[in-house]
């Protein structure tokens, strides 16, 4: 994945994953990221050598970042009828909603794009490649209870969560993103071996959703050390904890 061969690295394959829809016109395509792969190996800058094969995130996995009403709620909406119990239930998680519309599949497609990031962390990890790219993942929204801003399952904090089991005393996470990563701050803001860092922007207006950044100020003592968050023009931040 670099012009550099002395470097170990490794590319998620978007085309192998199974994708889903969430209606016409919504911003979640799931084709959006094939241009980008195939620019890179038409550059030169993928081989073949380069992706990683990967594997569904179980359910069990998921329920070390989500709670298990969630993961519960977002499996018996997979089907191409959910009854109307299901979709009851869904929507106290956030599901059916604008945003996060019920469609068939996404819960097979958020297992697998959650288990992609979980085996490019177990990778570097173990010191089999240098550095990874996840072109699916970053679903830096959903929350440990719900759905939020078209993200289903954080794979982001199942890839924290695996490299704190598999050794890693401390990690920081940057995110750099026109939106606030609140769903990867919310599951580890009491865990002072987590720093995350997001730098958000304010402008247009549409950026500012979420508007929680103000609802963890760094004054507050359980979280000083743990997250920082920078809004305004896109920038690049310094924080020392």
């Not at 119990?85 to 469609?103: C, F, I, Q, T």
């Not at 939106?179 to 919310?186: I, L, N, T």
């Not at 549409?206 to 609802?215: C, F, G, R």
Request: with cysteine; net charge negative.
């Amino acid at each position: 994945m670099s012009t550099d061969r002395s470097t170990r690295s490794a590319c998620i394959d978007a085309r192998a994953l199974p994708t889903y829809a969430l209606g016409g016109g919504h911003p979640w395509a799931p084709d959006r990221q094939l241009g980008l792969l195939e620019l890179c190996e038409t550059s030169g800058l993928l081989r073949e050598s380069d992706f990683l094969a990967t594997a569904p995130a179980s359910r069990e996995e998921l329920l070390t970042v989500h709670h298990e009403g969630y993961v519960a709620a977002l499996a018996a909406l997979d089907g191409e009828s959910p009854t109307p119990e299901a979709k009851r239930r869904g929507v106290v998680h956030g599901l059916g909603s604008a945003d996060n519309p019920v469609h068939p599949g996404q819960y097979r497609a958020a297992c697998a794009i959650a288990g992609a990031t979980r085996d490019l962390v177990r990778a570097l990890m173990r010191n089999e490649i240098d550095r990874g790219f996840q072109p699916t993942g970053g679903l830096h929204h959903a929350m440990p209870d719900a759905a939020s801003g078209f993200c289903l399952v954080n794979d982001l904090a199942l890839g924290i969560r695996l490299a704190r089991e598999m050794g890693a005393k401390r990690v920081a996470y940057v995110d750099f993103d026109v939106h606030h990563g609140d769903g990867v701050e919310r599951s580890f803001r009491d865990d002072p071996n987590v720093l995350t860092v997001s730098d958000s922007d304010s402008a247009p207006s549409w950026a500012s959703w979420p508007a929680t950044v103000e609802a963890t100020p760094l004054d507050r003592e359980a979280q000083r050390k743990t997250v920082a968050s920078v809004t305004g023009s896109p920038s690049v931040t310094r924080v020392t904890p």
